[in-house]
């Protein structure tokens, strides 16, 4: 959502995809089951002596407070829940508890063997407990089941293979919740019916997070923060007020401000300046160095009465903007409502910032230039990494950097560099320096 080459709103999504949903009963779990395990029989076990992970071996956990025979029962019901819900038998006799060699040392846990029937084995070995990973490779296995799986272009198949086999990140769960509700009616359908489905997983708004904000845990650079200067009747965006100007400077070399209210408006809350100078280190040096000055807004957007009638929510709250110019405003929130939390802060600084990077480096007019190539590659592509993306080629750009940022060094970002590969690249080329 924005005016292309101008501003772009980063508003708190409705209903941001968060972690993968855990069961509602029965998850093990210290606040979940309290009680006492079933007795194992008197007296300590006998010592096992440790074997190694077999190569289609996979951990379902090594927490010592799942370890135990009482919550074998639980693992194979969830992993038996998401089988059966692709039309995929489960034999739990697969699941079983065993003493292994892992990272070097011997270790007590559940342990699962995948079988081939359930599709490729996933490429994470230590699973969380959201199972994602047994989801992903049997929602692949379940499509390419299907008879229409073939009227499928080839090139579309390996786009819908990636969007739902992958194991970690947001979006592929998302197409995974897509199909899964329809799949088994979906069996029973003709070919082409089937074939229409399976390619409505791809750049179809409803089979896509709207906006989520996912872990970033490592920071780029660290931040000594120095001030404040006071700057009396500060120009705040709809307001002003006396100002305190700090001087973030990053272990990279950039030096960013950050200005703030002295005093903050009764009734409001915001971020503090180190938590908003923190989250810039989390983006690229190319980026930040593009940011001219970050303002912790005293008063809220003025402009969000008239976003509210634009798209016909009341309630709608600009949360964070920014545009060519290179300043980014984080507005404050009614002191009831809460703040997004580290992650969202982050994702949402980088995302806007990519705005200001891509319009001053390629232009604002998104017509011309690497905008093309950028157009290109979404073609190519043939989806988003999010429905936020959709909206507009520059908030494709910004959702894509937000992405590539976010999953950096972790496995989430192989799974996207396979759904978009084009954009990757170009990120990697343009952006990522």
Do not use: C
């Amino acid at each position: 959502m924005g005016e292309i080459g101008k501003q772009s709103r980063m508003t708190e999504p409705d209903a941001a995809p968060g972690p993968a949903p855990q069961p509602a009963v029965g998850t093990p779990g210290k606040s979940t089951l309290t009680g006492a395990l079933p007795a194992a029989g008197a007296g300590p076990a006998p010592a096992v002596a440790p074997r190694e992970l077999g190569a289609n071996e996979r951990v379902l956990s090594r927490d010592p407070a799942y370890t135990a025979d009482g919550y074998l029962p639980w693992f194979r019901d969830q992993v038996k829940a998401k089988l059966t819900a692709w039309g995929i038998a489960f034999d739990p006799a697969s699941i079983t508890l065993a003493t292994v060699t892992l990272d070097g040392a011997s270790v007590k846990a559940v342990v699962i063997a995948w079988d081939g029937a359930w599709g490729t084995a996933p490429v994470t070995r230590d699973f969380p407990l959201s199972l994602l990973p047994v989801d992903a490779r049997a929602s692949v296995k379940a499509a390419q089941a299907l008879p229409g799986w073939s009227k499928v272009p080839a090139g579309e198949q390996g786009t819908i293979a990636s969007l739902l086999g992958g194991e970690e990140n947001a979006l592929s769960s998302a197409s995974r919740d897509h199909l899964r509700p329809t799949y088994m009616a979906l069996k029973a359908k003709p070919e082409n019916d089937q074939a229409a489905a399976l390619k409505a997983t791809i750049n179809v708004k409803d089979a896509m997070p709207g906006w989520s904000a996912e872990s970033m845990d490592k920071a780029i650079a660290t931040v000594v923060l120095a001030g404040p200067t006071e700057k009396k009747n500060f120009d705040f965006a709809g307001a002003k007020a006396d100002g305190e100007e700090w001087v973030a400077t990053y272990s990279d070399g950039v030096t960013v401000k950050i200005m703030a209210p002295k005093a903050p408006t009764a009734g409001f809350h915001n971020h503090t300046v180190q938590e908003v100078a923190n989250a810039a280190g989390y983006m690229p040096k190319a980026a930040r160095a593009v940011i001219t000055l970050i303002l912790l807004n005293p008063v809220v957007n003025p402009d969000d009465a008239h976003w509210a009638a634009e798209y016909h929510r009341p309630d709608f709250h600009s949360y964070m903007t920014a545009g060519a110019a290179g300043v980014v405003t984080i507005y404050p929130d009614k002191a009831a409502n809460t703040l997004p939390d580290a992650n969202g802060q982050r994702s949402a600084m980088v995302h806007e910032t990519g705005h200001t990077w891509s319009f001053k480096t390629w232009g604002q007019d998104t017509t011309k230039g690497k905008w093309v190539d950028w157009q290109k590659a979404m073609t190519d592509d043939k989806t988003s990494v999010s429905g936020y993306a959709t909206s507009a080629i520059a908030e494709d750009v910004a959702e894509t950097i937000r992405v590539y940022v976010s999953s950096k060094a972790t496995p989430r970002f192989a799974e996207y560099q396979q759904i978009v590969p084009h954009r990757f690249a170009i990120v990697k080329a343009e952006y990522d320096k």
